[in-house]
């Protein structure tokens, strides 16, 4: 095991050895691009090689960096397609902090500003709650997103799926691969033209499929090493075409 990620002085995440010697591989052939939920702080604490060269986007799409630094011009974008288009991050966080407030939902944070995770005692959240919200969000242009212990309200004008195309119109990449586990992932799965999820997390559990999906044999960890095989061998096939994926070191 190598470990990909690290807080408070501490093992986070982690990738096997062979994942990590074919994303060194993947990495030097195509324009690779992370893509995450973490904010710039908490993608700063990944550690890929190659960090801080070419393309990421954090934020869930609200942030795109190029060589480490914030693209101010995505930035004035993102915040052009949030005015008007739903209602206020104050709005959603007192929902989730105010009279309507579920006691299983232990802690609220905010993300640069854009969108609201909160962690929740997963066991005791009621699907009525969750359904009540999710509705709630809907109509005033949010969506929800339960990973784990986290649950995610984000504005639906926010995606990774629009930063990837941006990047893709930038590097006038051709072939697009993407991998991704989260219902924030499945935009930009539908957008490649060849999509990977592993066999575990939200997507799995909701049964996510479409024709250009192919689902690992594994989960965890090991998921991570066999989408970077097949992406590898993806490569293989179409004379090492560029591709965008997600890193999946899983926690």
Known sequence: MVVSEVYEAAPLSYMT?????????????????????????????????????????????????????????????VALSLAGSCVPLKEVLDRLTGRCASPEILRVRTAEDVF???????????????????????????????????????????TKEAAVAEVRRRTGAGLLVAAGDSRLDSGLLELADIAIRPAHGELETAGFHRPNLTVTSVSGVLAG????????????????QPCALRSLARA
Request: glycine residues 10%; negative net charge.
């Open 17 to 77: 050895r062979v994942a990590e010697d074919l994303l060194i591989r993947i990495m030097e052939e195509t324009v690779f691009v992370p893509v995450t939920t973490r904010t710039q702080a908490q993608f700063a604490r990944v550690q890929l090689p190659g960090r801080g060269h070419g393309y990421a986007v954090t934020t869930n799409g609200a942030v795109l960096l190029h060589d480490g630094k914030e693209d101010p011009d995505w930035t004035r974008h």
């Open 116 to 158: 609201v995770y909160s962690i929740v005692n997963r066991e005791a959240l009621s699907d009525d709650y969750l359904e009540d919200l999710v509705g709630w969000c809907g109509e005033r242009g949010w969506t929800t997103s339960l990973q784990g212990r986290k649950l995610y309200c984000m504005p639906n004008a926010i």
């Open 225 to 240: 090493e066999e989408i970077l095989g097949i992406v590898s061998g993806i490569l293989a096939e179409t004379a090492a």
